[in-house]
Nanobody, 118 residues
Framework: QVQLVQSGGGLVQAGASLKLSCAASGTTFSVMAWFRQAPGKEREFLARISWTGTMQDTADSVKGRFTISSDVTNTYLQMSSLKPEDTAVYYC???????????????WGQGTQVTVSS
């Protein structure tokens, strides 16, 4: 059974840092990614990384502040200099296509709320 279990998140003040984790089990995937969804908005791509870690990229909207990384069993999203507009539900996703499209990821974590206060 494929599972993506997220941890981390919470309420922080603007300027703070936060690290999200995603533990994958059940199979291996070619690509792991992070997305977020704010109320009333579409799910937004943030970052992706290949299973080997040799390929990765980050959305321009968060580049320089968010960093994706991974080890054998976990994928991480390190977030720094957080802003109130970063408030959203954050999701990890897994698939086998090098894509930034939501539809390209068949497996999703449960989501975790990140709230940044001003």
């Amino acid at each position: 059974q494929v599972q993506l279990v997220q941890s981390g998140g919470g309420l922080v003040q603007a300027g703070a840092s936060l690290k999200l984790s995603c533990a994958a089990s059940g199979t291996t995937f070619s690509v792991m990614a992070w997305f977020r969804q704010a109320p009333g908005k579409e799910r937004e791509f943030l970052a992706r990384i290949s299973w080997t870690g040799t390929m990765q990229d980050t959305a321009d909207s968060v580049k320089g502040r968010f960093t994706i990384s991974s080890d054998v069993t976990n994928t991480y999203l390190q977030m720094s200099s957080l802003k109130p507009e970063d408030t959203a539900v954050y999701y990890c996703a897994a698939g086998n296509k090098w894509t930034i499209d939501v539809a390209g990821y068949p497996y999703w974590g449960q989501g975790t709320q990140v709230t940044v206060s001003s």
